[in-house]
């Protein structure tokens, strides 16, 4: 299985960004698909995640600016809008992905192992 993001970059606060989780070769017809994030001397914790029945789940510090879909079409996919972007939230942008639904709930993924992961990709938000 291999998972690629992509979309990350620079912007300054209030702006916005797309990324994009791409994977391939996903043999479970089941899914939790999450972003995580992790800045500099920080933890890395998950901010955003949708399961294979649609549910989506969100950390507080994204809540209503953050929006987290997937394309039925390329199922499991994962695609994180980000809207009124602080510069808190520059850090690197991770996409893990599990056969697990109930792994799926923030902040019950922040505390069970992912099986999947792609390599990040960086956001950095200037003010």
């Known amino acids: 299985v291999e998972l690629v993001e992509s979309g990350g970059g620079s912007v300054q606060a209030g702006g916005s960004l797309t990324l994009s989780c791409a994977a391939s070769?996903?043999?479970?017809?089941?899914?939790?698909m999450g972003w995580f994030r992790q800045a500099p001397g920080k933890e890395r914790e998950g901010i955003a995640t949708?399961?294979?029945?649609?549910?989506?789940?969100y950390a507080d510090s994204v809540k209503g600016r953050f929006t987290i879909s997937e394309d039925n079409a390329k199922k499991p996919t994962a695609y994180l809008q980000m809207n009124s972007l602080r510069p808190e939230d520059t850090a690197m942008y991770y996409c893990?992905?599990?056969?697990?639904?109930?792994?799926?709930?923030?902040?019950?993924?922040?505390?069970?192992?992912?099986?999947?992961w792609g390599k990040g990709t960086l956001v950095s938000v200037s003010s």
């Open positions: 893990a992905a599990d056969p697990f639904p109930w792994r799926c709930p923030i902040p019950t993924i922040n505390s069970v192992p992912m099986d999947y």
């Open positions: 070769g996903y043999p479970y017809s089941s899914y939790c």
């Open positions: 949708i399961d294979s029945d649609g549910s989506t789940s």
